[in-house]
């Protein structure tokens, strides 16, 4: 077997490592939802392989790796995938900085639905520091989708 059999799941590997590294708080603050931003360039790419089944069971091992109740990244990552997978044809046709503003929004959405599922398990509340990692979502979304489309274009992912 070669890397290009595996690549996907590797990205979504390396995703998930990045997720739960250990930052300073200042720039913790700031994380980017890793996961969610290679599932989201995956499922814009490669509908056909990537799926909410494919965020689904990736969801359970971020519950696990964060810590968090068991279902609650899983859900958030299956409706954002679910809307970004309905609609993947028309987002295609969007510029990269157009992307970047409807990645944004659904990053909102799942960090909005995450907090929620939190807010009815336990006892927190909103803060608005929750919304950082949505505007560096969205900056790191050029990056992310160059990277991925070079991986993929050298692998000849189809």
Do not use: E
Request: proline share 4%.
């Amino acid at each position: 077997m070669s890397l290009r059999n595996y690549s996907i799941a590797l990205s979504i590997i390396i995703a998930l490592v990045l997720q739960i590294m250990p930052m300073p708080a200042m720039v913790d603050l700031y994380r980017p939802d890793w996961v969610m931003l290679v599932l989201s360039y995956w499922v814009l790419a490669l509908p056909n392989r990537v799926n909410v089944g494919v965020a689904f069971i990736t969801g359970l091992f971020l519950d696990i790796l964060v810590g968090t109740s068991i279902g609650i990244h899983s859900f958030g990552l299956c409706l954002t995938i679910y809307v970004l997978a309905a609609n993947y044809q028309r987002l295609r046709n969007y510029s990269v900085w157009q992307q970047a503003i409807v990645i944004g929004l659904l990053n909102a959405l799942y960090n909005l639905v995450i907090f929620w599922l939190q807010h009815l398990l336990t006892d927190i509340y909103f803060l608005f520091d929750y919304l950082w990692p949505v505007a560096s979502a969205m900056v790191m979304w050029p990056w992310i989708f160059w990277l991925l489309r070079k991986v993929r274009r050298q692998l000849r992912l189809h």
